[in-house]
């Protein structure tokens, strides 16, 4: 198994390319506590320094603490681990783990909207950087759309470039209902 390793945007994530889908469900795990759901991210959180794992489609994206041991150090450890997950064959995820995407209710008309052009336009071009977007919520009497960042996202400092300069201006294009676009920490 050949196990390719992708810079991203966040200098404190990296994105680990195992030629293979990893997850039909995007995950963040963002404590070791979270991670007990999946033996993967659990085996990676042993790892010193490894502050956050994110499966994507077909990547797993590892966050580094800043003040951590560096990329130099964390990659053979983090690589070793995934190989060693695929290799066994064991699930991703352990049985009576739920999904951590948002159930909910009937979304308005507009909601619907904003979802859809999430995951037509956003969330492909966020998943090549190591990371993910998910809606949050839209408050309709004041236009404001809150959008939760998952995975190399999360803390990368373009992040609030990305919100502003990209999804708010193409939200508004295409959904004028939107007056402004802010970020769930």
């Known amino acids: ?35 007990a759901a999946s033996p993967l991210a659990e085996a990676l959180f042993e790892v010193e320094g490894v502050t956050g794992i994110f499966f994507g489609y077909d990547y797993v994206s590892v966050t580094r603490d800043p003040n951590g041991p560096d990329w130099t150090q964390l990659k053979a450890p983090i690589l070793a681990g995934i190989m060693d997950h695929f290799v066994s064959g064991a699930p991703l995820m352990r049985d009576g783990s739920t999904s951590d995407s948002a159930a909910g209710g009937e979304d ?11 995951d037509s336009r956003v969330r492909p071009a966020v998943a090549q950087d ?31 470039a990305t919100l502003k300069a990209g999804v708010e201006q193409m939200m508004k294009h295409y959904i004028p209902e939107v007056t402004s676009v802010e970020q769930v920490i």
């Open 130 to 160: 190591g990371g993910d977007i998910l809606f949050d919520a839209f408050n309709e009497e004041t236009g404001v759309l809150t959008l939760r960042m998952r995975g190399a996202c999360a803390g990368c400092p373009s992040s609030s």
């Open 108 to 118: 308005s008309e507009i909601v619907v909207e904003i979802k859809q052009l999430l």
């Open 1 to 35: 198994m050949f196990i390719q390793t992708e810079p991203t945007p966040n200098p404190n994530a990296l994105k680990f390319l195992p030629g293979r889908d990893v997850s039909s469900d995007p995950r963040d795990f963002v404590n070791r506590e979270e991670a």
